[in-house]
């Protein structure tokens, strides 16, 4: 008997692969791994989720209607506009399967985040990845390498894994040197922990333009992470077209509770941005001063650079054996590069330490 054959393209793409939450022999770790809060979710989301547990056999409100009017009003957007899904993942994945197939191009920077490609592959487009410019994503690269067969553009504003970003004027240049059939997708999911004052989430891109969306998510400054829940500001026209793709239930009654929950508690998340500044600083100065060359961020994470391969790979051993947990970036072809997540005061001190004996220890 013959196996069922795949579409075209699904065999070629790399399974994600999350960072480690254990360590063989630690009972306890510290997990710097995959840019999560490092104060958690807010008392009132954990309340808000709480307060449902007697309503698990119920289906959830299928259009999240609460959800996006607290969006909206902490935004200041039309609900209407907004659409939510399990995690921002699905709103870039059903973007790909909306308006790009076989035949198609979908195009993102060099360093972009995994699931671009991953969901372009698995349309049966192909993936298209420009060159950065310092560890940048470069305009001039992207519109150079865009085409009538570019369908989808994915932009992660800060990316992920490098922390840099493209200002207003940035994003608007890239959207008018694209075919206009192309749709330009602004991943914003670090947005919050932005404070340069050039910068740009997308939104007014989207109050613009007829073919850009802002995906947002409240997995990281919001805590959010384990209820999957994101979501994304579109056109009227592309919204119609995410709500025929989508799921009918794609948020869960407890996401959208402690999504709604989580906007209203603007103390929590001023004090997530708060210690965020100041530690992803002194994270930077303290890498630097050991000896070690971080590429400047405006997310919750560092991108720190390490002689070669060999260097990054001894130096998350010696990490992994102190019970402490970063990101490898080989899937990113960025092998001597390590990526540490901005963690609490006491891990962020443990973890130069660890690094600064590593650095002791090789001479």
Sequence with gaps: MTSPTPRPGILKITPYVGGDTHIEGHGRVIKLASNESALGPSPKAISAYQSIEDQLHRYPDGSAKKLRKTIGETHGLNPEQIVCGNGSDELLDMLARAYAGPGDEVLYSQYGFLVYRISASGVGATPIAAPESDYRASVDALIGLASEKT?????????????????????????????????????????????????????????????????????????????????????????????????????????????????TDIDHLNAARIHNDKWCTELRDGLDKIGFYTIPSAANFLLTQFSSPKAAENANRHLRKDGI???????????NCLRITVGKEEENILLLQSLSRYSTETG
């Design 151 to 263: 369908r989808v553009v994915y932009i992660a504003n800060p990316n992920n894994p490098t922390g840099t970003y493209l200002n207003e004027d940035d994003l608007m240049r890239l959207r008018r040197g694209l075919p206009d059939s192309s749709v330009l997708v602004i991943d914003a999911a670090y947005a919050e922990f932005v404070s340069n004052m050039d910068y740009s989430s997308g939104i007014e891109l989207v109050d613009r333009f007829k073919s850009v969306v802002m995906t947002r998510t409240f997995s990281k400054a919001y805590g959010l992470a384990a209820l999957r829940l994101g979501w994304a500001y579109c056109p009227p026209n592309i919204v119609d077209v995410l709500n025929r793709l989508r799921q009918p239930f794609n948020v869960t009654a407890q996401a959208q509770a402690a999504g709604s929950a989580a906007l």
């Design 325 to 335: 947990i970063v990101r490898e970036m080989g899937a990113y072809h960025l092998p």
